[in-house]
């Protein structure tokens, strides 16, 4: 271990120095350097170059266990502490969720639904409990507005709107598409926060009309829809956080790419045994009448 650090550091400093400091002796350092690689070493390499293509290809957001079964998908078996080491060397690290900022307007008179959904965040079959919420971007023009609309089965997005106003119009925007790609059957579940968006005459009656049952969590309490704004923490720390302020139909643009070509596609979720959520739809039973 002495003598890789050394190796590692000999652009930085002189071996000399460095022999010193680490107290091995400069003949043993270039002895060892001379011997041809092990087996080992040459695996490590080649697993190395993997981790690192992986990794690139998650948009550098991926740590050691979704690389991990990425590469096992791959039919490359490796563990996880393989995985974390290789990539502690090639100084990888994967990106933690950020926290997420309410944007719930709950002072309003209208009409609101009891918390059927009670924290119970899974669901049988696909199409049985669409979770939705909305989150904003700051661009150059001013405020974005996202919502999205998720079923609790798979974590796929299964309806999304943008607008640079946060009304009833943007999540029946959502709510119209959801409805259109995945024409549930009657006594879906609809959770949702308090928010008076979700309140709004032309929503209920949507939702009353397609036999959707209301569900919405207490009021102040943003951990009754934690899905979805773990979703929006996300879609932030994978995305949003790491890109430079756009316009708004730049950053309309990058939000729609993430959503439909990697999120639903490609991202393995940790909760679905690291499928991703078009995967883990496509494993269940393809004659189930909710789908």
């Known amino acids: 271990m002495r003598f890789i650090f050394i190796d590692a550091q000999r652009a930085s ?83 933690r969720k950020a926290r997420f900022t309410p944007t719930t307007d709950s002072r309003h008179k209208l009409p609101v639904a009891p918390n059927l959904l009670a924290r119970q965040f899974t669901a049988t079959a696909p199409n049985r409990v669409w979770v939705t919420d909305v989150t904003f971007v700051w661009t150059l023009q001013g405020w974005l507005y996202l919502a999205v609309i998720l079923d609790l089965f798979s974590r796929r997005v ?13 999540v029946l925007q959502a709510l119209n598409m959801a409805l259109h790609r995945r024409r549930p059957a009657r006594g879906l579940i609809h959770h949702s926060d308090r928010g008076s968006v979700y309140c709004g005459t032309r929503y209920r009656a949507v939702l009353k009309a397609h036999g959707i049952q209301r569900s919405m969590s207490r009021k102040g309490d943003c951990w009754d829809n934690a899905v979805a704004e773990s979703f929006f923490g996300t879609l932030k720390q994978e995305m949003l956080f790491r890109r430079k302020l756009e316009p708004r139909r730049t950053a309309q643009t990058a939000i729609f790419e993430y959503l439909e070509a990697y999120y639903n596609l490609k991202r393995r979720h940790s909760k679905l045994g690291f499928l991703s959520p078009v995967d883990f739809e496509e494993r ?3 004659t189930d009448s909710s789908m």
């Not at 299964?158 to 943007?170: I, R, Y």
Request: overall charge positive; glycine content about 10%.
């Open 13 to 95: 400093y002189p071996v000399g120095v460095l022999c010193r400091v680490m107290q091995v002796g400069r003949s043993g350092f270039y002895a060892w350097l001379a011997r041809p690689p092990s087996a080992r070493a040459c695996a490590d390499k080649i697993l190395a170059e993997k981790i690192d293509r992986v990794f690139r290809a998650s948009r550098g957001t991926y740590g050691s266990p979704r690389i991990r079964a990425q590469l096992n998908a791959e039919g490359v078996p490796v563990s996880k502490r393989r995985v974390a080491r290789l990539m502690r060397r090639q100084g990888l690290c994967g990106l």
């Open 158 to 170: 299964v309806g999304w709107a943008m607008s640079a106003h946060n009304d009833e119009k943007l």
């Open 284 to 286: 269940t039973d393809p």
